[in-house]
């Protein structure tokens, strides 16, 4: 998780430079193509990490009798679902 994190800020960086470059005048349109792909990827894999974190988390809960404790959690901010 903490890698394709790092990887998705990178990206950003990468996408702002890309755009930067174009308003500018002096970025090649696929340069700036390839840079909002590898962002929107990184995007979709840690959306999907979430969820598998978060669905495993809550399978957890469920084993050990207490979905409660999996809202009580949510609640409290220590898993959060959308970040």
Do not use: C, P
């Not at 990184?42 to 404790?69: E, H, W």
Request: aromatic share 10%; no cysteine.
């Amino acid at each position: 998780y903490t890698r394709v994190q790092s990887s998705l800020k990178a990206a950003k960086s990468w996408l702002r430079l890309g755009m930067d470059n174009w308003d500018m005048g002096i970025g090649s349109v696929e340069r700036l193509v390839k840079a909002y792909n590898r962002y929107y990827q990184l995007r979709g894999l840690r959306i999907k990490q979430l969820l598998d974190l978060n669905l495993s988390i809550a399978k957890m809960s469920y084993i050990m009798g207490s979905t409660s404790q999996y809202l009580e959690w949510i609640k409290n901010g220590k898993i959060e679902i959308n970040r």
